[in-house]
């Protein structure tokens, strides 16, 4: 492997740094900040995602509070947990761990979260702000892969970025937050997806590629131009394998590549209570 490695342990670290920092300050002025989440049905890998959250908000001193729902309660135990979780004055944040089992109305739950306390910044209203590029929170995944960016100095600005996949929590989010001004933004933004035919064509001729497709090394050496930066957002599992979008072989072309474990991950956490923190500024009084 020739590609440097777009690492996100050491720039998700210093995030919860900042994180921890906050919550010390918050808890000295008499507030404990607290992240809800919502757990439906029994998908193994969703559930893991939401112990690894309670474990890290454990860690940097942000209150735990959690609804877990089974399969078959239906739609209105999930409205019920949302409007508990707007109501609840200890839960600052909260989110609705995706994907819902059938039978749930995903979109109609966001909806009725408050705003401010979407941690995933998924709710339509924040959705906006961020196509009018109003401050809120930003979807968490997109927000660290940018983060990254930021961190490892890699230029997104007037550079050409392809990014594999429109879906809701990551490629359109990422395609927003690349194309707006700011920093490590104002690029050049394709998105593809699967009625594009011949999508390598964009691929190769891009400067940054993002996978957010969720299939198994879906991006391989031949679609990507020698010495692009490569990023696997989209993940799979194979039983308790985690399997990226970009083949490990990219590593060989490309100038800098996620690593299969610890690339985007850690950062989804990290942004995750980064927001809960902002929502709980937000609502301190004064
Ligand atoms: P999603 O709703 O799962 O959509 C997947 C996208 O991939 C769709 O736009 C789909 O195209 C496209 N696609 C599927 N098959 C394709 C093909 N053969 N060729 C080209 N495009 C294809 O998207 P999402 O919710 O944004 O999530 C995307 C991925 O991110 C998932 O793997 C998820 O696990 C991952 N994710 C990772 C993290 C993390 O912490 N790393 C966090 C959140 C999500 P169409 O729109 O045409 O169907």
Redesign the pocket.
């Known amino acids: 492997m020739s590609a440097q490695l777009l690492a996100g342990g050491p720039v998700a670290e210093a995030v919860l740094g900042e994180v921890k920092q906050r919550v010390d300050e918050m808890k000295a002025a008499g507030v404990t900040p607290g992240l809800g989440t919502i757990l439906v049905g029994d998908d193994g890998p969703s559930a893991s995602y939401v112990r690894n959250k309670h474990r890290t908000c454990e860690q940097v001193g942000i209150a735990s509070h959690h609804h877990e729902i089974s399969a078959d309660a239906g739609q209105q135990t999930l409205l019920d947990a949302v409007r508990d979780f707007n109501e609840n004055p200890e839960v600052d944040g909260y989110i609705i761990q995706s994907p819902v089992p059938d039978g749930f109305d995903f979109n109609e739950s966001l909806a009725l979260m408050d705003p401010a306390k979407d941690a995933d910044g998924l709710h339509p209203m924040n959705l906006g702000r961020l196509v009018l590029q109003e401050p809120g929170p930003v979807p968490c ?1 997109p927000a660290g892969i940018q983060a990254m960016f930021l961190h490892y100095d890699i230029e997104v600005a007037g550079k050409n970025v392809v990014v ?9 989010p990422m395609s927003l937050l690349m194309a707006n001004k700011g920093d490590a933004a104002n690029a050049a933004v394709t998105v ?5 035919p011949n ?1 390598a064509d964009y691929t190769r001729n891009a400067d940054v590629v993002i996978g ?4 198994p090394s879906f991006i391989t050496p031949d679609m990507v131009r020698p010495g692009a930066v490569v990023v696997s ?4 599992w194979e039983g308790k394998k985690l399997l990226p979008d970009v083949d490990e072989s990219v590593g060989e072309v490309a100038s800098w590549i996620t690593p299969r474990l610890g690339g ?2 850690p950062m ?1 956490i990290a942004m995750l209570l980064r927001n809960t923190i902002w929502a709980a500024e937000a609502r301190m009084p004064g």
């Open positions: 995944t594999v996949g429109r879906g809701p929590t990551l490629g359109r593809v997806h699967s009625r594009v999508l957010a497709v969720g299939i957002g989209g993940i799979s985007v991950g989804t």
